[in-house]
Each structure stands twice: as C-alpha cells, then as structure tokens.
C-alpha cells in the first residue's frame, strides 16, 4: 500500500512533542501533549485508511472513490471522547490549583510512606505485631476489653502527609 | 436426597436472618429441625451402607464438563458415620444456642444462618465422590469457621485469631488442592471412588501424599499448625463445640481415614503422620494440664486427641482402622459434651477460669454429671465408648509394634510410637481429671462465684443426651463392631481379629490402658509437682512465633518490592512505560525492517503547507512558556487537523474537529484565567534532554509503524460494502453517520457513556459536596443579582439585550457582542437541530450537532454570565445526559419487544396531518440521544469550568473584601483609642 509521507512526517512530529510534553510536571502540559498525542493518533487512522478520496457520502460520489468510512466514524468518537478526557483533565488542573495554588503533578504520598518504610525496615501499616493476645492461659474473655486502638506498628507514628513529628 | 439435605441446609441458612427477625433465639430450634431430618434420613440408611452387606448409595450430577467436575455424593459406612456426627450433633448445638444465647443479642440472624450453612457444607465434605467438590466444600468449611470465630468482631484477639484460621487452614487448603490435582491426573479420575478402587503410584503420587497431608495437618491443627485451634476459642462455645471439636477439625481426620486404604502404603504418609500424630498427642495434652481456662483446656486436648486420631486411621491396618473410626465416634460425643458444659458453666457462674470456680457440683448436678461421663470417656475408663476405643487402639498397636501387622513398620518405631501413644493416654486422664475438678469439686480458699444459677432443662440437655451416648455405646461394641466392619475390611484381615467390646481378656493392652489410668492419676493427684515441672520445663519458642515471624517477613518483602518499584511518580511511570515501548516493538521493528511501501509525497500539493504549519505549531507549543500561547499554539494543531481530514475526504471529521477545536480553546481560556500566566519555573531542565530523546524516539517508532502498518495489509478493509449497505439497509446516504447510529452503534453507545461519565467527573471536581441540582428559578435568581448590582452600580439596573447582561459588572459586558448573541443564539440552535436532522444523509449528525448547540450555549454564557447561561437553560446537565443516554438506549432495546435485534434499525412512513408525508428511520431517535448526551456535556463543562469558577472567583474576592475591611475598621478603633 502506497504511504502518504507528509502525515507520516506529522505524526511523528506530534509524537515526539506530545510525549515531550506528557513527562512534565506542569498539568497544563501533560492536557496539552495528551491532545497532540491524540491528534497524532487520528492522523495515524487517515494513514491507515488509504489515500485520500471523495466524502463517503452516498449519490455525491461514486463509491470506488469514497475515502474509508470507517476508521472516520472511529476518529469521529475519539476527537469528542478527547473533549470530554480534556474537559476533565483541565478540571483537575483547576481543583489542584484550588487546593495547592499550582497545577503541577505531585509523586503519590502513600508512595513516599511505604517508601520511608522500606527505608527503614519496618513492616506495613496494616501489619499487626502485637504478641500475645490470643486467649492462651490469660483465662477468658473479660468483657469490656473491647479494643479498637490502631497502632501504627513500633517506630515513630507517621502523619497522613508522611511528616514525622 | 443428598443434594437435596446439603442444600436445605444452604437454604435454610440463607432464610435464617428473616426468621432471626421475628424468632429471636428461638430461630435455633427451628434450623435445628433441617439437621434433624438429614440426621434421621441418615440413621434409615444404616441397614444399607453399614453392616455384613454394605453397599454404597451414590447420586451423581453433571457440574463443570470441561474440568471433569461432578456433583457426585457417596454414601458408605465412613460417609455415614461421619454425616451422622454431623447432623446429630449439628442438630443439638443448634438447640443448645436457643438457650446460650439472649433473646436480644446481636446479629443472632447472622450467626445462626452461619452455623446451619457450616453444618450443610460439612455434610457436603463427608458425602463428596468427587475430589474437587470434596475441595469445593473444604475450603467452604475454612470460610464459615473464618466468620463464626469472627463472631465478635470488635475484640482485636478475635479479629486476629479468625484471620489467623483462615490463613493457616487456606494456607493447608491450597497446599492440598495441588495434591488433588496430582491424584486426579495420576488416576485419571477426579471420582474418589474411583481413586480408591485403583490408586495411582509413583513419585508425583509422593509428591501429592505430603501436599494432601499439609492440608490434612492443618486443618486438623496438627503441630506444627496446631496454634490457631486455640486462638480459635475465642468464638462463642457453641461454635468452638461443633466446628472445633466434633465437626470441621475432623475433616483432616477424615481425608486421612478416607485415602489411608489407598495411599497409607505410599511413602511418606506412615512416617509422616506417625511422627505428627504422636508429637501433637503429646504435645496437646501437656499444654491441656497447664490451662487455667476450661475452653482452651479443652482446646489443647483436642488438639492431643486430634493427634491421637489420625496415628490410628493414618497407620493403616484392620484393627487400628475399625479402633480409629469408634474414637472418632467417642471423641465427638465426649468432646462436644464437654465444650457444652464448659458454656452452661460460663453462663452459671460468669467465668470459665478454674481458679475461681468452686462448688458447681451440687449446683449444676446434670451438667456434673454429664461432664464426669464425658471425661471419664476421655480418659478411657471403662465401661464408656472411650475406653472401648482406646482398648481397641492400643491392642492394634501392639500388633504393630510386635509384627508389623502388615505395615512394614519396624519394631523401634513400632514400640516408640505405642509408648507414646500411652504416655498420651495418661495425660489425657490427668486432663480429664482436672477438668472435672477444674470446673464441679469445692475448693478450699476459693468463694463460690456469686449468682450462680443452674441451667433450664433444654440448656442442660444436649450435653447430657451426649455423654449418655458414650455411655451406651461402650455396652454396644458387639452391635458396633458389624456396622463399622465395612471400613476396616478395605484392608486385610490382621494378626488379630479386629472387634469391639468391653473385655477381651487379660493381655498386655488391658495392662497398658491400666498403666496409662493409673499414670494419669498419679499425675492428677500429685498435680502441684506436675505443675512445677511444667513451669521448670517451659520453652521459648512456640510455633505461632513461627507463624508470626513469616507473615512479617512476607509483609517486609512486600513493604521493600512497594517500595522499590512503586515510585509514585507519574513522570517515572510514563518514562518506564515509553522506554518498554521503544526497546520492545521498537527493537521488533528494527528486526523486521519496513517492508516494501510505495512512498508518495502527497495526495494534495495544500497538505504539504497544513502539514508544515502543523509541525511548526506542535514543537511552538512544546517551547512556549506562557500557558494561553501554548494553548492557542496547540488549538493551531487542532485546526490544522480540520484541514487535513477535509483534504483527505472526511467532511464529518473536519466539521466535529472544527467543533471541538473551538470548544476546547474556550474551555482551556476559562480554567485558565484562574491559573498564572506563566508555567512555573521547576528545576527540570537537567532532565529535558532526556525526555526530549525519549519524545523523539516514540514519535520515530509512531512513524515507523505508520509505514510497517501500511505495508503489512494485504487484506480487503471491512467497510468494503458500506456505502451500500448503508444505502440498503441504514436508509442513510452519510456512510459515517449510518456506522455511528446504525452498523456500529453498540460502540457509539459505550462512546457516549464514557462522555456522561466525564462530564459527571468534570462536575463532580469543581462542585464538590454542593449539588448542582437544585431548583432552577433563573427569573428570581436574575432578579435578586440586579438588585445587588443595581445597588452598587446606578447604571446597572437598565435595560438591556441579554435578560442577564445586567448582572455582569460593566467593565465586563460589552453592547456588540449582547446584540449579536440575542440574534444569532435562535438561528444557531435551529442550525444544531437541523443538522442533526439532516446527518444521516449529510454531513452532520448527533455529535456534530450537540457541539453547535453547546457553542451556542456558551456564547450565551460568554456575552451575560452565568444568570444568562441558566436562563438560556434552565436545567439540571445531569438530567440532559441522563434523558440522551435513555434514549439511546431506549432507542436500542425497543427493537427486542417487537423481535428484533438489540440496536436494530427500522423505517417509518408516517402520514402526519398538516406536515404531510413523514419518512425516517428510526436510528435517529439514537441520534438524538447522541445529541442530548453531548449538550449535556457541554452544559456540564460551562456549568462547572465557567459558572462554578465564576462563583469561587466571586467568593475568594468577597472573602478577601471581607478580610479587608475587618482589617480596615481595627484600624480605625485603634487610631480612636490612641
């Protein structure tokens, strides 16, 4: 099958930036590259669906010299879904924003907690060491010793943005 | 019938928490009635299954073909003896909570429904043929045991010690889901009957015995599992009575009765069990005589017997097998005894601690004496089932120590293991004795608890009708022996021949089990030495350290893989997902080379100059450091790619672009007014050499596969024939638009779905917690926002072309634009609406159509503010997207009512009058529903990115007035103080 060079060469470009674009930080950014990535991806289907012809549209052109009507209904979704996946992006930008007076993606603080855990060999925050415990010679189940404390493991207690007091 | 009793059981379970409701407690007795019934269908076929001639009842169901999986149930004497255990007693634990538990106490619906469901899959267990259903209902047993010891979930030891079970017992569970895979592929057959007719051999079979056995082991809490059976007590006794001593604990007990005749001779299971069994004999019993808790008293002593039983069903010979089946019948009766007296005592005296119980005996005389014949059939004194058991045990093992009766077992082992199946025995009479002791005898120096009662009769009298059981069933060996044989006569006849009964005369088993009672005696009489001993001899390690010390290093191995790989960084992330895109397809590419590809520059000299001016937009954008230029410079990419479609013959493709092109600039615009202008300044340009080479890589990859793709399609497209079948079949001249609402509508319906669910999320960010539904009164609500500006503003009360417009502050309106929205707003929705109509043979159609209507909308916002935007439509977004994805669906399910396809098309010939003649197709409804879907969206996104913006603009900046002239005013009371 013969290849148009010129939208080769345009979906590369868009590749390359959008991906350039999509490792920043910067929200802003990674809406912007996603939409070029998405644009390159709906060049990628005009290449794939041939050269170029007349509107598929029935009794204004004959169907021999139509341009593939489906992969064109395929794109045709994909740019609207790329309006709402913006739409939405850009609200999150905007709530970040809200929040934390940028826009820029932050690393997961969950993350940075097991992370510190494993730095300093301790067990998950779920774990349970407490010894003991089970009814073994300590007599019976004294009512009212209904437990509930969470106890976060032996080391320094660990706040909910991984600061340490 | 089988299935039929294990599924009442099911369906009585699942009814439990509806008459739980009305019953209260009483719900017990009425559940009781299901076991009852299993248990006296079960007793009927005993001339049947058991006895001189014993045959099998089998029921067999076709389950999962491809696995070979068969609901199949078989009834012979060890299924039965077992099913009888658990139903009768099954049947007595229930009527024995009536009475244990409160009328009001908690969640009785669900612990009931719990139990009765248990009784069912372990009647499922013992009645199944097959060897995955036998895994099936295991595995079920390990779940309800799970959720019954979890009874009381508030107490963190409980919550431990039922996750502990479970873990140990599915950990043993797997172990032997492996082993009954290995045996059905040796054997070719999954039918356990089948197994057992023709055992399979070999070192995978090896390899299956010990795989068998761990599941074995730990579910019948043999050492070194044996830690979580104790744990476990911390459920209600009734459960601890039925699950952990006569029921579910036995399942271990009776896989290694059920495969000893087929497999007792494959090495390890003799060597293994043997030295298990008797360890945690010994084991057991030494810990039972150190509790101060009756419960876990006797906990460890069922563990002890647990031990016990299967060195006897394990070992394989005539007589230890017809022995081991009479114990396993006499352990459940004494043991569940036992564990009901142990809950009639904590109810009556308010303690289970034996250093505080004292003088129960002349208070509670039923519940004494149903404990002094359980224990005394514990301890093996005749003339209780016990002690005919154990006789029995010990004249079968003395044949094995002297001859090997068969098993090949060496004299040094057989010895060994007959001395310590003895020195088990005393202890266990030590126990028994303290037990009673423990629980009924007068102490000195200790004070009779205070408000002892004794128990009502139905309280007291499952625990009695069961140690009167072992009573009678030790004058009942002859009667025994005949109905047992069938089991034991799977091996061959022994050196002795096997029976049950009170006396066999005076030999050396008689001695020993008067050696062991009179040891155990010794030791109970001289119980403050044994005590000081056990303190003397106490060890360190316990085997639950073990256990904790693994799942800690399996928590460490995950805490450090978490944290090696989970970095939390989107930029790693897509960094390490782009670096496996180029290195794998990329070096695939490389290797495959691009093919033979005719290349051509263009198709139109024009798209040369868009393609340049696309290429030099996308890298602007990439250099751009102010936000709106690096928008504008990407909405150049966007329009670019309008022409591009145009060019290559996509009208549609170029109308939806220039659409969405627009809308989503406008969009862009209004996030970023409330963002600085400029993108910060992060100390990233040490990385941007890298990310521009991973970016430049990917795009040649792209490209790459754009001339790889190309040049490997040999095959005719699909949509060959669309353009007829649209004209034939979608009565449509746009192609495109009849693949969208008609030839591929199922995907169309999954596109809109995703846009309602973004729209949803888009409102759902800027919204947060106060709902964007509400009454929409935009009159009262324009109304009130004039007066207040009205009063700050003297001009902003006056007329004007936008109802709305006046509600702007006036350096923000502007006359120009109010007038050409109020002419043009009409025509443009009149143009939505007529292209939607017209799409299906134009250019145009739902998705097309929806964004002119939204443009509309949002100059409409633009020109007067979001009073206008609510004038203009005044309702709920979410209601819009919820009417278009109604009727897109309702436009797809009505063909089923009248016999059709789901989504398929028909036409209509409507005579109207006064319109005339009507044609149309009925996918246009699912246009409309596309329509709507997308003016939801866009109403979403103007509602939440425009007007909630607006109001949290509006907010902060009162906030900050607010704050200001608070500020203000302290001021100036201070200058009047000074």
Known sequence: MSVNVVLVAVVGTLFAVGVYLLLERSLTRVVLGLLLISNGVNVLFLIASGGAGQPPIVGSSAPERMSDPLPQALVLTAIVITLGVTAFLLAMAYRSWQLHEHDEVQDDVEDALIRRRAERDEASSSYDDSAGGTLDERGADPAGESTQDSRDGDGAPIGPEGETP | ?978
């Not at chain 2, 299901?34 to 169901?61: M, N």
């Not at chain 2, 050196?495 to 008067?514: D, R």
């Not at chain 2, 309008?642 to 600039?665: R, S």
């Open chain 2, 1 to 978: 019938m089988m299935a039929v009793l294990i599924a009442a059981h099911l369906a009585a379970a699942a009814l439990a928490p509806l008459l739980a409701g009305r019953l209260r407690s009483r719900v017990f007795l009425v559940l009781a009635v299901v076991p009852a019934t299993a248990f006296a269908w079960l007793a009927a076929r005993g001339g049947t299954v058991a006895g001189p001639d014993a045959r099998s009842i089998t029921q067999s169901t076709a389950w999962v073909d491809s696995l070979g999986m068969q609901l199949s149930f078989r009834l012979g004497t060890l299924s039965w003896v077992m099913a009888l255990l658990v139903t009768g007693i099954g049947a007595l634990v229930l009527v024995y909570s009536a009475y244990y538990f409160r009328p009001d106490e908690t969640g009785l619906g669900r612990f009931s429904g719990l139990l009765t469901g248990f009784a069912g899959t372990m009647l499922g267990l013992v009645l199944a043929d097959d060897l995955l259903l036998l895994y099936v209902f295991w595995e079920l047993t390990t779940v309800f045991s799970y959720l019954l010891i979890g009874h009381n979930p508030d107490r963190r030891a409980n919550r431990r010690a039922a996750m502990q079970a479970l873990i140990v017992t599915t950990f043993g569970g797997l172990a032997m889901l492996v082993g009954v895979v290995i045996v059905g592929q040796a054997a070719g057959t999954y039918s356990i009957s089948g197994v057992l007719a023709d055992p399979p051999a070999g070192t995978a079979v090896s390899v299956a015995v010990v795989l068998l056995l761990v599941g074995a082991v730990s579910k019948s809490a043999l050492v070194p599992f044996h830690f979580w059976l104790p744990a476990a007590m911390a459920a209600p006794t009734p459960v601890s009575a039925y699950l952990h001593a006569a029921a579910m604990v036995k399942a271990g007990v009776y896989v290694v009765a059920l495969f000893a005749p087929a497999l007792a001779g494959v090495l390890p299971w003799r060597p293994l069990l043997l030295t298990v069994g008797v360890a945690t004999m010994l084991l057991g019993a030494w810990r039972a005589l150190r509790q101060h808790d009756l419960k876990l008293l006797l906990a460890f002593g069922t563990v002890s017997q647990l031990g016990f039983l299967v060195v006897v069903l394990g070992v394989g010979t005539r007589s230890a097998a017809l022995a081991g089946v009479a114990m396993l019948v006499a352990h459940a009766l004494f043991k569940a005894a036992l564990f009901l007296v142990v809950g009639i005592v904590d109810h009556g005296a308010g303690t289970r601690d034996l250093r505080l119980l004292s003088g129960l005996r002349r208070r509670m005389p039923v519940a004494f004496w149903a404990a002094v014949l359980a224990a005394a059939s514990m301890a093996g004194v005749p003339p209780l089932a016990g002690f005919v058991a154990k006789e029995s045990i010990v004249k079968a093992f003395v044949d094995v120590a002297r001859t090997g009766d068969g098993t090949g077992i060496p004299p040094v082992a057989g010895w060994t293991v007959l001395v310590g199946l003895v020195a088990g025995s005393a202890l266990t009479v030590a126990y028994s004795a303290r037990f009673v002791w423990g629980a009924f005898a007068t102490k000195p120096g200790v004070s009779e608890p205070a408000g002892i009662h004794s128990p009502p009769v139905g309280f007291a009298a499952a625990p009695a009708l069961l140690a009167l059981g072992g009573l009678a069933l030790g004058f009942l060996g002859s009667a025994e022996t005949p109905a047992l044989a069938p089991y034991a006569e799977h091996y061959p006849e022994g050196v002795h021949h096997a029976s049950l009964g009170l006396w066999h005369g005076l030999n050396l088993a008689l001695v020993l089990s008067a050696v062991s009672l009179a040891a155990g005696a010794v030791m109970y009489w001289q119980r403050h030495a044994v005590a000081r001993a056990q303190r003397g001899l106490r060890v360190g390690y316990e085997a639950e350290h073990g256990f904790r010390r693994t799942l800690r290093v399996v928590d460490r191995v995950a805490v450090e893989v978490t944290g090696a790989t989970q970095r939390g960084s989107l930029p790693v992330y897509l960094v390490v997902i782009f670096v496996v895109v180029i290195t794998v397809p990329g070096t695939a590419l490389l290797m495959a080379g691009v093919g033979s590809v005719d290349l051509y520059g263009w198709d139109n000299p024009a798209q040369l100059a868009v393609g340049g001016v696309l290429v030099a937009a996308a890298i602007l954008t990439a250099r751009s450091g102010r936000r709106l230029k690096a928008v504008l410079l990407a909405g150049v990419t966007g329009y670019g790619m309008a022409l591009l479609f145009m060019m290559h013959g996509a009208p549609d493709l170029a109308l939806t672009q220039v659409l969405v092109e627009t809308v989503t600039l406008a969009v862009f615009v209004l996030v970023l007014r409330s963002l600085p202008p400029r993108f910060s300044e992060r100390p990233l340009t040490s990385t941007r050499w890298g990310r521009l080479g991973i970016g430049a890589l990917v795009g040649a990859l792209m490209a790459g596969f754009a001339l790889v793709a190309s040049a490997a399609r040999t095959a005719d497209p699909v949509s060959e024939t669309f353009a007829e079948r649209a004209e034939a079949e979608g009565r449509g001249h746009n192609v495109v638009n009849v693949i969208l609402v008609d030839i591929r509508a199922w995907d169309t319906m999954g596109e809109i779905s995703v846009l309602v669910v973004a729209a949803t999320g888009v409102a759902s960010l800027v919204f947060l917690i106060t709902g964007r539904t509400g009454r929409w009164r935009p009159d009262e609500a324009i109304g009130s926002a004039l007066d207040s500006h009205a009063s700050s503003h003297p001009d902003g009360g006056r007329p004007s072309w936008l109802r709305a417009g006046g509600t702007l502050p006036p350096d923000r309106r502007s006359i120009v634009f109010e007038v050409v929205t109020r002419l043009a707003f009409h025509i443009i929705v009149v143009f939505s609406v007529y292209l939607l109509f017209s799409g299906h043979n134009m250019p145009g159609g739902g998705f097309a159509a929806g964004l002119v209507a939204g443009l509309a909308l949002m100059m409409r916002y633009l020109a007067g503010g979001r009073h206008e935007l609510n004038d203009a439509a005044p309702v709920d977004a979410g209601l819009v997207l919820g009417v278009g994805l109604f009727v897109a669906t309702g436009t797809g399910l009505v063909p089923l009512a009248v016999g059709g396809a789901v989504l398929q098309s028909a036409v209509v010939d409507l005579s109207v009058p006064l319109l005339g003649h009507v044609h149309f197709t009925t996918s246009l409804f699912f246009d409309v529903g596309v329509y709507l879907v997308v003016v939801g969206l866009m109403l979403d996104v103007l509602r939440s990115l425009g007007s909630g913006v607006d109001r949290h603009g509006d907010e902060s900046a009162e906030n900050g007035r607010d704050e200001a002239d608070e500020q203000h005013a302290q001021q100036e009371r201070l200058g009047e103080t000074r």
